[in-house]
């Protein structure tokens, strides 16, 4: 069966600080590319982030990088450099079966304070 | 610009009644797809297409009906719909590139919210 974990459901960070949100996935599929997404509290979904599976170097955009340990199925968010706009709700996503089917995690609240 | 619309943005409407959520995209997209979103379960995927006149079912398909007749529009309706069926919806689009060192970034919309009552 198809899975994605997140363990957080929220999370605080001081401003200026990192953090590192965390994702599990399941799969029996070898090919799978797995997402970020960003929800801030307007509601729209904000592509952050892509790593596929035969990827062999972590993905990076700006402040965001994702930690691929693919052994352990796990694919943290770590963003650097916390922003006050960097406050919303992330989500973990796995992309499976010839691309057409996602998986989404439960998501995780982040909250950076001044 | 590169959009995908959604109508309503908002919906308030009774046990049983018929609706239709429309999703519309510009950007030429072969595949379309159907999410909801409830609270601490994330976003589950209803139903996707891969093209004119192909859908599939996703993970939360019951309740739900889909049709593709033309590439850029991809309607959600609800032939008889129930208070479990209450939550955030989002139609995206994307094109699969079918190669894993390419993101098929998906392209939401800024989604419907739905009570049923």
């Known amino acids: 069966a198809q899975k994605i974990t997140q363990t957080q459901p929220g999370m605080f960070v001081q401003e200026k600080e990192a953090v590192t949100l965390d994702c599990t996935y399941d799969t029996s599929d070898p090919s799978y590319g797995l997402f970020w997404y960003k929800q801030p509290s307007s509601g729209e979904m904000i592509f952050l982030i892509y790593?596929?599976?035969?990827?062999?170097q972590n993905a990076t955009e700006g402040r965001y990088s994702l930690n691929f340990q693919k052994a352990r199925k796990s694919a943290n968010l770590v963003i650097s450099a916390s922003q006050l706009g960097d406050s919303a709700m992330y989500f973990c996503?796995?992309?499976?079966?010839?691309?057409?089917?996602?998986?989404f995690g439960s998501g995780t609240k982040l909250n950076v304070k001044p | 610009e590169a959009q995908v619309t959604q109508n309503p943005r908002y919906l308030i409407t009774v046990t049983g009644k018929k609706l239709t959520v429309t999703c519309s995209q510009n950007m030429n997209h072969e595949y379309m797809s159907w999410y909801r979103q409830d609270p601490g379960l994330g976003l589950r995927q209803i139903y996707y297409s891969m093209n004119v006149e192909v859908t599939d079912k996703g993970d939360v398909p019951e309740g739900y009906k889909v049709s593709r007749k033309e590439k850029r529009n991809f309607p959600l309706i609800l032939e008889s719909p129930s208070p479990n069926q209450t939550s955030l919806y989002f139609c995206a689009s994307w094109e699969a590139s079918g190669n894993l060192l390419f993101t098929d970034t998906q392209y939401f919309g800024p989604g419907t919210r739905l009570t049923v009552l």
């Open positions: 996503a796995m992309e499976v079966n010839n691309f057409n089917k996602f998986y």
């Open positions: 790593q596929g599976s035969y990827d062999q």
